[in-house]
């Protein structure tokens, strides 16, 4: 059991920073890789790297549901395994050359957390531009995506903030559909840095309609 000092600390800066919540779901990177048609179920963990960050090890998954041009994911993290923060997202990809190594996405997201009286709202949105990488026995997709993102904090007070963000990564996934994945992600605003990874696995699913 963390000690109630500790606790209490890192509700002042989330109330007052948003350090900890600048990710999709709080303690985790903005994840803003791409994803094939099916649905696709991710876990994994996350950890600040520097002082704005609070340095804390969080733990979240979530499922997407990717269709030929439009995808909906919805996700969920424990921060500090004590805290439940929750959010979703939405991505477009754009019309590139059919085939082509290069995708190009609109994406925008929205976090959600309550701690200690204080309720926070964070929204990332931008564009991931990802590159499929050649390979006949594995899928390697490099990306990044740099993001407009919104705060918000409020406890009786009112704490608001926009500013630029970046998160990126790169995902690999078997034949099967079982993969791995690495995610970094820097606030500019908060001056927060996360890393991160995981494991995912997409179900194909025929009736959602050909690959993006």
Do not use: C
């Not at 002082?51 to 549901?65: F, M, P, Q, R, V």
């Not at 909906?72 to 439940?84: H, K, P, Q, T, V």
């Not at 019309?95 to 200690?116: H, K, M, Q, T, W």
């Not at 407009?148 to 630029?164: C, E, K, Q, W």
């Amino acid at each position: 059991m963390k000690t109630v000092s500790r606790f209490a600390a890192a509700a002042l800066a989330l109330s007052f920073f948003g350090a900890e919540v600048s990710a999709q779901v709080a303690g985790m990177p903005v994840n803003y890789a791409p994803v094939g048609t099916g649905v696709t179920i991710h876990g994994g963990l996350g950890r600040g790297v520097n002082n704005s960050s609070g340095k804390l090890t969080s733990a979240g998954g979530g499922i997407i549901i990717g269709m030929p041009t439009i995808s909906f994911g919805a996700a969920a993290s424990y921060l500090d395994f004590e805290e439940i923060s929750f959010g979703g997202h939405v991505a477009y990809g754009l019309p590139l050359a059919p085939g082509g190594p290069v995708d190009l996405s609109i994406v925008a997201g929205v976090g959600y957390l309550s701690i200690g009286g204080t309720t926070q709202l964070f929204v990332p949105a931008g564009v991931t531009l990802a590159f499929d990488v050649p390979s006949t026995s594995v899928e390697v997709t490099p990306w990044v995506s740099p993001q407009f993102r919104y705060f918000r904090s409020s406890n009786g007070l009112t704490f608001t903030n926009s500013d630029f963000g970046v998160s990126g990564g790169v995902k690999i996934t078997l034949p099967m559909g079982f993969g791995f994945h690495a995610i970094g992600d820097y606030d500019n605003g908060s001056e927060a840095f996360l890393v991160g990874g995981g494991v995912h696995y997409t179900i194909p699913v025929p009736s959602l309609g050909g690959g993006m």
